[in-house]
């Protein structure tokens, strides 16, 4: 199996299968974001993926409404 890198927004996720599982690592820039596991492929990136829009929406959250940060 092979490591797959996909983009999402502003992140690049690099995913592949760990021993028993399959990881998923979430980068902005160089700078690794989140990671995540799951049984599949597809599991690890969708975990990834709820996981980045969790914190987009905390981003989000604290800025005001012209989307300057508060």
Do not use: C, Q
């Amino acid at each position: 199996m092979t490591f797959v890198t996909e983009r999402y927004g502003r992140y690049e996720i690099k995913s592949g299968p760990l021993k028993e599982v399959w990881g998923a690592n979430a980068f902005r820039g160089k700078a690794l974001v989140a990671k995540a596991a799951g049984s599949s492929r597809d599991e690890a990136l969708s975990n990834i993926k709820a996981r980045l829009d969790e914190l987009d929406a905390i981003d989000l959250s604290g800025r005001d409404h012209e989307g300057a940060p508060s």
